[in-house]
């Protein structure tokens, strides 16, 4: 019974997440009125949020993200007094993208705006609009109606208000009436003069589906797995592979049973394992694994903790658990039977070998905690656990197999100098982001890159055998392994060269800091643009040319957004792409430049004025495409059927790749 709920939580734990372009509301405001005083009213704009998003303050300078803004479009006998407040727990972070510290809420958001009241009725509407992002996608700018309507004691205190003016002094006036009334003074066009090419596609992109985000949990898994090979071959794990099985199979009567509790035995490695990552996951949760991969503080923790890791396998101290722990549960595991007993002895191996998997499994969690993903952890960790299980239970199965398996020797202390290269060289990931949380500038990218140039071209002669550590033994030639992977280490330390004068290093764009960074730059790269900003427009162009159109749909303040055009359109192979085979059309969903003639139009039951094209874009996606976020990436033919699945933030290349050359395959179907 044990077993058969075991295997159906790794089944659940390995179906990845898939991030589907949809509609999403992870914002909801509550407006609340209140007349502190007979000549001021006080507007408190409530907000909760799901987890992992976050709205901007309204108190930070221009060329940053969409701020939080009050716009009072109505007043009688009432005008503002005061600008918009944020209060409660506004957080600060430098952003890289717009090279400045940007404040924002999480969780909950309060906003409060005073107005004045300067006649004894008064009435007032008008919007809080706000931006909203998380870790991949933005909404576009979105409004919170507001109506305020009362009568003051100021101008009159022998008279009373009626009933219906006392209540609306005390509440809000219902949003939809506000609405309402803004909406009877546009010129209204109907949906249904809408070109053809508006028409809703959400069906058919449901048929399409989407493999979105399950490449990057797949990714954490696989990387889980390669930590957990590293750590098998490693001085504390490799020795007691046979020991351990040999105890298995003579312990027990009949091979079966032996067989039995060898299975059994990398179970409750997979558990141990598997159980740190849940606990991770449950202490910080989506919110928190957000806010540590953004904390400038934690970044440095990690920076020392990395550091650390990297000494203990260069030799320089070891790393061990107080011995007492690793004997109690040796002799726990001794007295106990059947399942409990088989545990003990796989939390005794993970006590004893924590000298060798202490560090590895400390750099997986560091980088899987600061990556915002809640599952990430617990993905991570079943890799790990399984990779680190399986060489028990495969010679388990085939004793045989050990005769024929390295034999122990100066090759394992190889790979824990090899693996205290790279933890230092990551480590320097971490502090780079501290350094520009504080604006220190000492690690900026040609630093980083000069200290990974050294890195790695140490780690080459090392393996060359020309550098020795304390606990290497003497060696008097260089073993042809060593030699190849010096040398592919000293050629990965010679293609970093030109990034010290601004090549942009693609293959690690995503350790080193940002170009932003770069003092000097032979030359400046050309970015790709969109040749249209307006979605008709764009379909006439389609029409002439026979090309497909490339929907961007994305904002001034999209962090992400500016993210994929770095990492993604500036691959020439996706550059080509983009230039010779689409008409790319950007449009911006906070774009404030007014309609000529504004529309009223209906969207899941709500009533609205799109009087700006930003709005009429946002409109565009929701309606068309059933989506509100961004980045939002669709190619459509001239006549706007979607030709393939949307894609939303992912930097892979390859993947960006595949999805703009199966359009166009689409495309040439279709006509």
């Known amino acids: 019974m044990l077993h058969r709920f075991y295997w159906v939580l790794v089944c659940l734990l390995l ?7 949809q509609w999403e509301e992870p914002v909801h405001f509550k407006v609340v009125q209140h007349e502190v005083s007979p000549s001021e009213v006080l507007l408190v704009f409530q907000a909760t949020m799901d987890e992992g998003w976050h709205i901007y303050s309204c108190d930070m300078p221009e060329g940053g993200p969409t701020v939080a803004s009050f716009h009072l479009e109505k007043a009688k006998g009432i005008k503002l007094a005061g600008k918009l407040e944020a209060k409660g727990n506004v957080k600060e972070m430098f952003d890289e993208l717009f090279s400045m510290n940007v404040r924002y809420m999480e969780g909950t958001a309060l906003f409060h705006q005073r107005l004045e009241i300067t006649e004894k009725e008064y009435e007032a509407s008008g919007y809080l609009e706000y931006g909203a992002c998380n870790d991949k996608n933005c909404l576009p700018p979105t409004e919170v109606p507001f109506s305020v309507k009362g009568v003051s ?3 009159d205190s022998q008279s009373q208000p009626d009933e219906k003016a006392s209540a609306q002094a005390n509440g809000m006036a219902d949003s939809s009436d506000a609405e309402a009334d803004t909406a009877a003074e546009v010129v209204a066009d109907s949906i249904g003069s809408l070109p053809a090419y508006w028409r809703p596609v959400t069906d058919e992109l449901k048929l399409m589906g989407d493999g979105l985000g399950e490449a990057s949990l797949w990714w954490v898994f696989l990387m889980g797995i390669l930590g957990g090979l590293i750590a098998v071959i490693t001085p504390c794990v490799w020795p007691i592979i046979p020991m351990t099985i040999s105890y298995f199979l003579k ?9 039995r509790d060898a299975l059994l035995y990398g179970l409750c490695i997979v558990l141990i394992y598997v159980g740190l990552g849940l606990l991770i996951t449950l202490v910080f949760g989506s919110n928190g694994l957000n806010a540590l991969s953004t904390s400038a503080v934690f970044n440095l923790l990690c920076f020392a903790v990395l550091v650390f890791f990297a000494a203990s396998f260069l030799g320089g101290f070891e790393i061990v658990l107080p011995s007492s722990w690793g004997n109690k ?3 726990a595991a001794e007295s106990k039977g059947g399942f409990m007993g088989i545990f003990l002895m796989a939390l005794t191996l993970t006590i004893v070998s924590f000298s060798c998997t202490g560090p590895i499994i400390g750099f997986l969690l560091v980088d899987l905690t600061t990556s915002a993903n809640y599952l990430a952890p617990v993905l991570g960790m079943l890799g790990f656990a399984w990779a680190l299980a399986f060489p028990f239970t495969l010679f388990a199965l085939f004793p045989s197999l050990i005769k024929k398996a390295p034999k122990s020797g100066s090759w394992m202390n190889t790979v824990k100098v090899v693996l205290g290269f790279i933890e230092l060289a990551f480590a320097l990931k971490f502090l780079s982001v501290a350094d520009m949380a504080y604006g220190w500038h000492i690690l900026d990218r040609e630093v980083f890159l000069a200290l990974w140039i050294v890195i790695f071209a140490l780690l080459g002669i090392y393996l060359l055998g020309k550098l020795r550590f304390p606990a290497d033994g003497p060696s008097s030639h260089c073993s042809i392994p060593g030699f190849f992977c010096g040398m592919i280490s000293l050629a990965f330390a010679v ?5 010290l004068w601004g090549a942009p290093l693609k293959a690690i764009s995503a350790f080193a800091p940002p170009m932003s960074t770069q003092d000097f730059k032979l030359a400046a790269s050309e970015e790709v643009k969109a040749q249209f900003d307006d979605y008709d427009k764009a379909v006439a162009a389609a029409r002439e040319t026979g090309k497909p ?9 999209c962090v992400n957004c500016r993210k994929m055009e770095a990492a993604v359109w500036t691959d020439p192979q996706i550059e080509k792409i983009l230039r010779d085979d689409f008409i790319l059309v950007s449009l911006y969903v906070d774009d404030r430049t007014p309609l000529t003639t504004p529309y009223q139009v209906t969207l899941a039951g709500k009533h609205q004025t799109l009087c700006t094209r930003g709005q009429l ?14 980045p939002f990436y669709i190619p459509v033919s001239a006549d706007g059927r979607p030709l393939n699945a949307s894609y939303s933030y992912d930097e892979n290349i390859d993947r960006y790749k595949r999805f703009l050359l199966k359009a166009l395959e689409n495309n040439k179907t279709k006509r």
């Not at 293609?495 to 990034?499: E, F, H, K, Q, T």
């Open 15 to 21: 179906i990845p997440a898939c991030v589907c372009a």
């Open 153 to 155: 004691k100021m101008f």
């Open 251 to 259: 312990r027990s009567e009949h091979r079966g049973r032996g067989l």
């Open 329 to 331: 549960t040796d002799a």
């Open 495 to 499: 293609y970093m060269l030109p990034g």
């Open 549 to 557: 159109l490339l929907i961007d749909f994305t904002g001034y303040g």
């Open 617 to 630: 874009w946002s409109f565009l996606q929701s309606y068309k495409f059933g989506a509100n976020t961004q």
